[in-house]
């Protein structure tokens, strides 16, 4: 048995124990976000948006209200942060679809759910939706950066197959 196999698969272990400890990391991050009591949550995305919005402000002129304003990135940090969970996972695991799909939409409800214990926090439909939103691109945009990676070593291998070809084809005219 040689060697290259076996180092293909040590490589990916390797690879895989990374994406894995990341996205448990990420469910740590998403899970004690989601213990943050009203008042502290809202506090750190008030000062996110607000900042966001100065730079808004300042450099393209938009005036939107506060309001809407803070709204609008609390839902995007739930969005952004199961995007990054799901391309995570999906490099964590190598499942069937539906498997890590339903593991996706597991998070997002645990994740409301503890939300709904949590003074001051409710859970909510909608957001379970957005959560699982933010998960199913994440997982797709692995899944293409993945077959984009495939299709590149695959044209690599193969020009060097093919420039090898080239040179033994030299070597055995000139013999």
């Given at each position: 048995?040689?060697?290259?196999?076996?180092?293909?698969?040590?490589?990916?272990?390797?690879?895989?124990?990374?994406?894995?400890?990341?996205?448990?990391?990420?469910?740590?991050?998403?899970?004690?976000?989601?213990?943050?009591?009203?008042?502290?949550?809202?506090?750190?995305?008030?000062?996110?948006?607000?900042?966001?919005?100065?730079?808004?402000?300042?450099a393209l002129g938009i005036n939107v209200s506060f309001g809407t304003f803070h709204h609008i990135i609390r839902k995007?940090?739930?969005?952004?942060?199961?995007?990054?969970?799901?391309?995570?996972?999906?490099?964590?695991?190598?499942?069937?679809?539906?498997?890590?799909?339903?593991?996706?939409?597991?998070?997002?409800?645990?994740?409301?759910?503890?939300?709904?214990?949590?003074?001051?926090?409710?859970?909510?439909?909608?957001?379970?939706?957005?959560?699982?939103?933010?998960?199913?691109?994440?997982?797709?945009?692995?899944?293409?950066?993945?077959?984009?990676?495939?299709?590149?070593?695959?044209?690599?291998?193969?020009?060097?197959?093919?420039?090898?070809?080239?040179?033994?084809?030299?070597?055995?005219?000139?013999?």
């Amino acid at each position: 048995m040689s060697s290259t196999p076996r180092k293909k698969v040590k490589k990916n272990y390797h690879i895989n124990k990374f994406f894995t400890f990341f996205a448990i990391i990420a469910v740590i991050f998403i899970w004690t976000n989601s213990l943050q009591v009203a008042e502290v949550s809202g506090e750190v995305s008030e000062k996110l948006a607000r900042f966001i919005l100065k730079i808004f402000n300042l450099a393209l002129g938009i005036n939107v209200s506060f309001g809407t304003f803070h709204h609008i990135i609390r839902k995007l940090a739930h969005f952004s942060e199961y995007l990054i969970y799901g391309f995570l996972l999906k490099g964590a695991i190598n499942v069937r679809v539906m498997t890590t799909l339903f593991t996706g939409l597991f998070t997002a409800v645990i994740d409301e759910s503890i939300q709904y214990f949590v003074p001051g926090r409710a859970a909510a439909v909608k957001d379970v939706l957005i959560d699982f939103s933010g998960f199913l691109v994440g997982t797709i945009i692995f899944w293409i950066m993945r077959a984009m990676w495939h299709e590149f070593q695959n044209t690599v291998i193969a020009d060097y197959k093919e420039r090898q070809r080239e040179k033994r084809q030299i070597v055995e005219y000139k013999d």
